[in-house]
């Protein structure tokens, strides 16, 4: 089993940054690819961005794109989620998630493990 932990949401203003954690256990961290979801009020969840196991290769969403930036520490077993230049439309519960077969899924089905998730809110 993995245990994922989120860390690190909060309030900010548009313009603002914000800098997400997720700690995980249970399983070496380098066997893990990682990903970073998001779900607001009513809408369903979707993807944000996903890093290889190696922390080489990163994809983003179109929405968060220049951005956002996803990166891991191996040493420190945990993946953060860099985000600048917010908006009120980022405002939602951040998730982080892991799977340990599939490779930078940008689905919902492609990870098996799941952080409890952290608030994001982003004032106008």
């Known amino acids: 089993q993995v245990q994922l932990v989120e860390s690190g949401g909060g309030l900010a203003q548009a313009g603002g940054s914000l800098r997400l954690s997720c700690a995980a256990s249970?399983?070496?961290?380098?066997?893990?690819?990682m990903g970073w979801f998001r779900q607001a009020p009513g809408k369903e969840r979707e993807f944000v961005a996903t890093i290889s196991r190696s922390g080489s290769f990163t994809n983003y969403a179109d929405s968060v794109k220049g951005r956002f930036t996803i990166s891991r520490d191996n040493a420190k077993n945990t993946v953060y989620l860099q985000m600048n230049d917010l908006k009120p439309e980022d405002t939602a519960v951040y998730y982080c998630a892991a799977d340990t077969f599939r490779t930078m899924a940008t689905t919902i089905n492609g990870y098996g493990y799941w952080g409890q998730g952290t608030q994001v809110t982003v004032s106008s």
């Open positions: 249970g399983r070496a961290f380098s066997t893990l690819t």
